[in-house]
């Protein structure tokens, strides 16, 4: 049983199908004490980090996300706010993944990231099993992770940044799983079989 965490900051719908296509069928869940009932669970997001932040920390989920100890993965925004720190709102974030998320510098490039880019693998993970250098994937983001000890995978867009995150049974993907076709849906599955 797997559970898509509604903060009302995503759209969830679309992660919804992605897993159905891989014949699961994820419940959405908008009550924290409801997390504890299911084997692991995303959070998903789009927008600015202070109003999400926000919203999480009055619906109390983060006592929720804190406490759960089965896989958890972020997505986009999702994945942000399981870091420590964004610059987008100057926010704490609920600090399960250590590190940063800051401004990505493009310099001549648009901003925001938008479109298929290649991801490179950096620590072989359960997440990344199956995964080879040419891959895309899609993003839409102009906050990123600063690689650390955490990143799994990172992509380059005017600078370096952390594709894929873990730190115990969390992890974060800024890009879209869902939206990135034969990728995503390995990327999808290899959740749905990851161990902790």
């Known amino acids: 049983m797997i559970a898509i965490i509604n903060t009302g900051c995503a759209n969830i719908n679309s992660v919804r199908f992605a897993f ?21 669970a995303i959070l998903p997001g789009v927008g600015h980090a202070n109003v999400a932040m926000k919203r999480l920390e009055e619906q109390g989920w983060r006592e929720a996300i804190e406490q ?38 493009t310099g001549k490039l648009t901003s925001p990231h938008m479109g298929w880019n290649t991801i490179q693998t950096v620590k072989q993970h359960p997440l ?10 899609y993003f839409v983001h102009s906050f990123a992770h600063t690689v650390n000890s955490s ?15 873990a730190n115990d049974n969390y992890a974060g993907m800024q890009f ?21």
């Open 20 to 40: 159905e296509r891989l014949g699961v069928t994820p419940e959405i869940i908008s009550d924290p004490s409801q997390l504890n009932g299911f084997e692991r």
């Open 68 to 105: 759960y100890e089965r896989p958890l993965m972020g997505i986009c925004l999702g994945m942000q706010l399981l870091c420590d720190y964004s610059e987008e709102g100057k926010i704490e974030g609920l600090g399960v993944i250590n590190g940063q998320v800051t401004q990505l510098q």
């Open 128 to 137: 990344t099993a199956g995964i080879v250098p040419d891959d895309q994937v």
């Open 151 to 165: 990143t799994l995978a990172q992509c380059e867009y005017g600078q370096p940044f952390s594709a894929i995150v």
């Open 176 to 196: 879209h799983p869902e939206k990135s076709a034969k990728v995503g849906a390995k990327l999808l599955n290899n959740f749905m079989q990851w161990q902790v």
